[in-house]
């Protein structure tokens, strides 16, 4: 809106009522006029003053309340007369702008432009106009520009102003030119990228497809001109193309959008798969009105997508065929290890019946040791295999608690003494602090440091010297296993942790094993977020190897159970299940000769039958049994007796495979067949803990 149109049109109006007034009573003027006095024609000359006060008053009202700032200046420049607009603009109080010169809002290199208006003179018909910058109230800049004209008032010249804030305007005009320079630099650059990008672009102007325009790279895939004109043969889903833009006119025809549509095309060097995708354009109306499109060459991604396709064909058929083949793997290390543990289970039976019965015959004691040892030493054999199939996939578990290295260590070196003593080595075992704390498995740390010195054992020559030395080290607890026996170079320790890696010892001949017993200790060492390293100064100069563990927060370790004495446990009644008759018979044996009695079942049904009859305190139970299967013996069983009848699995699979079957969840513990007694006579002692808790059954 143009304020000063508004403004001056209202004045107008003021002055058109004065001229009204001033004609109803044209012999008023000069005369002495008093409200309700008479001009001696019988007309109300109070009334004519009376309408030139209103009149003048609407003028006022209007020129003190216009949204322009007027004023007026005097031959000095000095400000007269400001309405509330020039005010607020100039000083937003009149005892602030009144009487100052307008040069004093000035910058000093503007000042000067004031002289043309100054210096003008009444009559000249034409006004100055300037554009100003004028300091505000806040201090802050505006730009203005003013108007004047000069006219004579009571005598005097007087300088009629109008000032108008154009501050916006300008910042809009100068957005206006930035986004204009903006727009000209974006449309350059669109056609930069429109002549260069490496993606054929061809753009249709109009749905008749009269004006196209193709970029260098849609030339030359399609076969077109700059026009959109010519192009190669081209078929789509096998169907020919009329064009090889014929796709893009469709869409400037049809307003639809297109996506990831396929063109053949016969290009003189050969076939090519082009992809394109089509927006369309529309005009004011919302109809089509032309339409762009891309075009990439695919026949390179096609080739590598087949290329692709097959490899992950192919690798899926081997990925399968791996996991068949770990699968049966996995199946024949639990056979293999149910099997191998069966013939041990009364092996270590009748050994275990022998040490009790005949404790203190010479004759007897050394043989006895030999085949214990024997024993033990095959099932860690067996162990250890299952073990490291277990670890490198996963199935093992670890139960992790605060355990004092040092006990640790003496549990390993009581493991390692019958071999150490068999070869005649001297072992020397160093603790740690007793406050050496780690958060650890312990059965499965005191397994790792058992094949460390096992290792050491069999690859010392006879009477050699073993030490075992646990210590903090830079934060960490540190076990080093150390020997004067074969040593290994530099390019065997880079492989000594491999599975079934054996070196040969410095009399040509290996230590025995089956090599997986290091690759079990670096599994479980990680599994502790911990790590193990060797060091040799080369063959026949023994070596080190060394376990850092992680150091436990401060808390009270765990303390290994006390050993259980078989006297102390009171008779209970025992129930043996197991298939093969001289497992069975072999374990029976020895729990009667511990104080208990005993029934022996061979079968899940004959099992719950003699449940019935002799109600035990306690069933052991096989788990690969034919017909009814160990874990559904466990679950009718506990549905029959609840808790009041202890279940353990006594089976040559291993835990994490019995996890597996369902009704597993049936047992209260599960040992591993060939079982050491002290692990027997523990489940016995809860048993008989418990039996003042439990009904009999």
């Known amino acids: 809106m143009d304020y000063r149109a508004m403004d001056r049109d209202a004045l107008l109006s003021c002055l058109a009522a004065v001229r009204e007034a001033l004609a109803a009573y044209p012999d008023a003027a000069g005369d002495e006029l008093s409200d309700g006095s008479s001009d001696g024609y019988g007309r109300d000359t109070g009334g004519a003053l ?61 000042v000067e432009q004031l002289e043309p208006h100054l210096s003008q003179r009444p009559g000249a018909g034409v006004g100055v106009v300037s554009e100003l910058t004028l300091r505000g109230p806040q201090g802050t800049p505006r730009v203005v520009r003013l108007e004047t004209r000069a006219s004579r008032v009571d005598g005097a010249t007087l300088v009629l102003c109008t000032l108008i804030d154009i501050t916006e305007q300008r910042r809009a005009q100068a957005e206006v030119a930035r986004l204009n320079d903006d727009a000209r630099h974006r449309v350059e ?28 790279t849609a030339m030359q895939l399609l076969g077109v001109d700059a026009h959109g004109r010519g192009g190669y043969a081209a078929t789509q889903d096998g169907e020919a193309l009329s064009s090889p833009l014929a ?23 050969g076939p090519r798969t082009v992809l394109t995708d089509a927006r369309p354009l529309f005009d004011a109306q919302g109809a089509p009105a032309g339409a762009v499109a891309t075009y990439s060459d695919i ?40 099997e191998l543990r069966n013939p041990l289970a009364p092996l270590r039976n009748s050994v275990q019946m022998c040490l009790l019965r005949s404790p203190d015959d010479p004759k007897l004691a050394r043989p006895l040791a030999i085949m214990d040892r024997q024993i033990t030493h095959l099932t860690r054999l067996v162990d250890d295999l299952l073990d490291v199939s277990r670890i490198s996939s996963g199935q093992i578990t670890l139960i992790k608690e605060p355990v004092r290295l040092a006990h640790v260590m003496q549990r390993a070196e009581e493991l390692a003494l019958p071999l150490m003593s068999e070869r005649g080595h001297q072992l020397e075992v160093v603790s740690p602090p007793e406050d050496c704390t780690i958060d650890g498995d312990a059965t499965r740390l005191v397994q790792a440091l058992g094949n460390l010195l096992n290792n050491a054992a069999r690859y010392t020559p006879q009477g050699g010297h073993v030490r075992m030395e646990g210590d903090v080290h830079e934060g960490m607890a540190r076990v080093r296993v150390s020997d004067d026996g074969a040593g290994l170079d530099a390019r065997a320790a880079e492989t000594i942790f491999d599975p079934f890696v054996q070196l040969e010892g410095d009399l040509g001949s290996t230590g025995g094993g089956l090599g997986v017993g290091l690759t079990l200790v670096r599994s479980i060492v990680q599994l502790h977020a911990g790590q193990v390293d060797v060091y040799s100064e080369g063959p026949g100069k023994g070596s080190v190897f060394s376990i850092h563990l992680p150091l436990a927060p401060a808390r009270e ?15 209970q009644r025992v129930l043996v299940v197991d298939d093969q008759a001289v497992v069975a018979e072999s374990f029976a044996e020895l729990l009667r000769s511990l104080g208990h009695e005993v029934e022996v079942a061979h079968g899940g049904e004959a099992a719950l039958r003699v449940a019935a009859a002799f109600r035990p305190k306690v069933a052991f139970v096989d788990i690969g049994m034919p017909g009814m299967h160990g874990c559904e013996l466990a679950r009718r069983l506990r549905a029959a007796y609840g808790d009041a009848m202890a ?34 006579l523990r489940v016995l002692e809860q048993v008989a803990a418990e039996a003042k808790r439990a009904p009999d059954v």
């Open 189 to 216: 650059a669109l056609e930069a990228l429109f002549a260069l990008v490496p993606v054929g672009i061809a753009v249709m102007e109009d749905p008749e497809g009269t004006r196209v325009r193709a970029n260098a």
């Open 299 to 338: 026949t390179e991604r096609h080739a590598a997508e087949h290329a692709l396709r097959e490899s992950e064909r192919s690798l899926r058929e081997r990925s399968e065929q791996l996991h068949e083949a770990d699968r049966r793997k996995n199946e024949f290390l639990a056979v293999l290890g149910h």
């Open 557 to 571: 370790p765990s303390e290994s159970p006390a050993p259980v004495t078989p006297g102390a446990i009171p008779p």
């Open 647 to 680: 279940l353990v699995a006594l089976s040559g699979y291993g835990g994490e495979l019995v996890k597996d079957l369902p009704g597993h969840e049936a047992f209260d513990r599960h040992l591993l067949k060939p079982a050491p007694l002290d692990e027997v």
């Open 247 to 269: 796709p893009l006119r469709e869409v400037a025809t049809s307003g639809r959008i297109m996506e990831h549509v396929e063109i053949d095309i016969a290009a003189p060097e």
């Open 50 to 110: 009376r309408a030139l006060e209103q009149a003048h008053g609407r003028c006022a009202h209007l020129f003190d309340f216009a949204p322009v700032a007027y004023f007026s200046l005097d031959a000095d420049g000095v400000i007269r007369d400001p309405n509330r607009a020039a005010v607020e603009l100039l000083g937003g109080a009149a005892g602030k702008v009144v009487g100052r010169r307008l040069a004093e809002w000035l910058p000093q290199d503007q």
